[in-house]
């Protein structure tokens, strides 16, 4: 029989034992790679877009805001996604709630494919796009003989960025159901409510802050997406520009102030969302699937 | 309520995880459903509740066949094991989830919903805490909370999985003379769901006792305790000992020695299982007759001493239970024969 007045030393988890800490010279050269590396790659070029933004001064700035085809590519972002947002929290909804709900065949490969969009490349997908909507794509001449334009036209742009954002909200709420699992409807269920009930008033506020997390990252690619809608748009000014698109063709003549002027709301959009990810990660990083990074 | 579960068989994906089980229960009745983990009782609970549906048989309520009705058309409070409050909405709203989510004339106002949640934070001794959300309570109050919830619905039965399993003993004590108040008071068909015999024994009426998929045994506190019906509940429920005999001539035999028991009328001759309780036993002093052995080890138990037995040849260890005081305790032989026991077929 084991001594009860001998205690067993543990190691005591949580605080930092001297033995895993490095010398201060070695901390203080690790802290400085990275902060070169970030200084260089990420806030060195954020100065510069907007010094070159202003470089002819805030008049110039909002002239070239003001030029027709700008605001007709911010309308086309804005448009894009307004709907591929939407369709967005309805898919990834419906997808989380099936993966992490239910149990059926081919669920795994369903995880797989709802993973495609992050492991192909932008371009492919705006290519599929064109060898099945294109004049002598797959669909070209059904399409062409009802009168219906989806390449080079709004609605192959939403197609492509759908395409290329639908991982980003059912990724966020997977883990996040798949850990809450069935306890609360089955609660819900036994008092009586019906599905649609359990799901607005019980599943919804269950995953409210990870769903908004989601849609945050979602839209901000849906707004920046280049390659996808680069090949399906079609690059007509003042028609199925987007904003990125609208940038290059800036750059391309010439046009620094303007480049970078709708580069610098680009940046914005990303600064701004970089603040609300934040926030909702200090915030409920805990209801948050925090295991999955982007 | 009555509930009449009738040659009941589930299979999860062709592996059966309850074969053949019948059990009725009567109106107004407080039953365990007592178990290791993996023999089906968290299962038949769910059956009788609904949110899973039986592979084969049928389940009545009163003389209902309630088999395919959903877990909605029922009308059971379920208690979870892990409470499953909705943790965005406060404790009155939790309590009147049940009553908000009906629809039309059958659905209280606003303010009748706000009056039966106090009611019944009243009942369940949390008044004044309507407002306090499910993060702020300790886990008996939530599972107290759990409890109001499901009687809010004025449910036929009551059906609560495992409902102490993950509270501290003290806690759970407290909970479970609690719960049989609120049973007598309200008188709910109420089955419930544990591996804890103590609590099984304690706080219901019957308890059945299951093992792989079976039910083994039906009956009271001490139906179960003074006469189990199989090796399985033996060993299970409380402390026993068990000895290889052998049946000849209507005698029980230890080796080649009558222990002066008589074998029942219709025991067959041959090797057999002798099970009895340690403290089930009536000590001797001579032996012509009994079983004897040599003293292995003594411990001191609570209120009683326990000492291990060697005995003959075969080095075969049984437990029997001393009065702490007792002169045999000190002796490095005893002899005894048991007052309760059961033959079995040989393990």
Redesign the interface.
């Known amino acids: 029989m084991p001594d009860p007045e001998i205690k067993s030393y543990e190691p005591h988890h949580g605080s930092r034992s001297a033995a895993v800490t490095e010398s201060r010279p070695a901390r203080v050269a690790l802290m400085a790679v990275a902060f070169a590396f970030l200084g260089i790659f990420l806030v060195l070029p954020l100065i510069i877009v907007f010094n070159e933004a202003f470089a002819k001064g805030i008049d110039a700035y909002t002239e070239a805001l003001g030029n027709p085809d700008t605001r007709s590519a911010i309308r086309l972002t804005l448009l894009v996604a307004a709907i591929s947002v939407p369709l967005n929290i309805v898919f990834g909804i419906s997808a989380a709630w099936a993966i992490a709900k239910f149990e059926f065949k081919g669920k795994a490969f369903l995880t797989t494919l709802i993973d495609l969009p992050f492991s192909v490349s932008p371009v492919i997908s705006g290519l599929v796009y064109v060898l099945l909507f294109g004049a002598q794509g797959l669909l070209g001449s059904w399409l062409k003989a009802h009168g219906i334009v989806i390449l080079f036209a709004v609605p192959g742009i939403v197609l492509a960025t759908v395409f290329v954002t639908f991982p980003f909200v059912a990724r966020e709420l997977i883990p996040l159901m798949q850990e809450q699992g069935n306890?609360?409807e089955?609660?819900?269920?036994?008092?009586?409510?019906?599905g649609w009930?359990t799901f607005w008033?019980?599943t919804l506020?269950?995953v409210k802050w990870g769903l908004l997390y989601g849609v945050l990252l979602c839209n901000a690619r849906a707004m920046g997406e280049f390659g996808a809608v680069s090949v399906v748009s079609g690059h007509i000014r003042g028609l199925t520009n987007t904003m990125p698109l609208h940038v290059e063709i800036l750059y391309n003549e010439y046009n620094a102030v303007g480049a970078f002027a709708v580069a610098s709301l680009l940046a914005g959009l990303a600064l701004v969302t970089l603040v609300l990810k934040t926030l909702l990660e200090m915030r409920y990083g805990a209801e948050i699937a925090a295991t999955r990074g982007h | 309520m009555e509930v009449r579960v009738a040659n009941v068989r589930k299979e999860f994906e062709r592996f059966p995880a309850l074969h053949d089980v019948s059990l009725d229960i009567k109106s107004g009745e407080l039953i365990a459903l007592l178990g290791p983990s993996g023999s089906g009782k968290t299962t038949l609970l769910r059956l009788i509740a609904g949110l899973e549906r039986p592979t084969r048989g049928n389940i009545f309520f009163g003389d209902e066949d309630a088999s395919h009705k959903s877990i909605q058309e029922r009308n059971v409070g379920f208690v979870f094991q892990h409470y499953a409050l909705f943790r965005h909405m406060t404790v009155a709203d939790n309590i009147g989830f049940g009553l908000k989510v009906r629809h039309g004339s059958s659905r209280p106002p606003a303010q009748e919903i706000r009056r039966r949640a106090s009611e019944l934070l009243d009942l369940v001794q949390l008044s004044g805490l309507e407002k306090r959300y499910p993060a702020q309570l300790s886990g008996g109050q939530r599972q107290r909370v759990a409890l109001a919830r499901a009687m809010a619905i004025e449910p036929k039965v009551l059906l609560l999985d495992e409902p102490f399993g993950a509270l501290d003993a003290q806690v759970r004590r407290e909970l479970r003379r609690w719960l049989r108040e609120i049973h007598d008071a309200t008188g709910h068909t109420t089955v419930f769901v544990t591996h804890d015999q103590e609590e099984a024994l304690e706080l219901a009426d019957r308890v059945v006792v299951m093992s792989q998929g079976r039910i083994e045994q039906v009956g009271t506190a001490d139906d179960i305790y003074d006469a189990p019906n199989s090796p399985f509940v033996y060993g299970f429920i409380g402390e026993s000992s068990s000895l290889p005999v052998k049946v000849e001539n209507g005698e029980i035999w230890l080796a080649d020695r009558p222990i002066g028991l008589a074998a029942p009328p219709n025991e067959p001759s041959g090797e057999a299982t002798l099970y009895f309780r340690p403290h089930h036993v009536e000590l001797l002093d001579g032996c012509s007759g009994c079983i004897a052995g040599t003293v292995a080890a003594s411990r001191r138990v609570a209120g009683t001493r326990r000492v291990e037995l060697e005995i003959g040849g075969e080095r075969q260890r049984v437990e029997i239970e001393l009065p702490v005081d007792h002169p045999a305790a000190q002796k490095s032989r005893v002899a005894f024969r048991p007052g309760r026991w059961k033959l079995f077929p040989p393990a």
């Open positions: 306890g609360d089955e609660a819900a269920l036994s008092l009586g409510a019906n009930q008033y019980v506020p269950n």
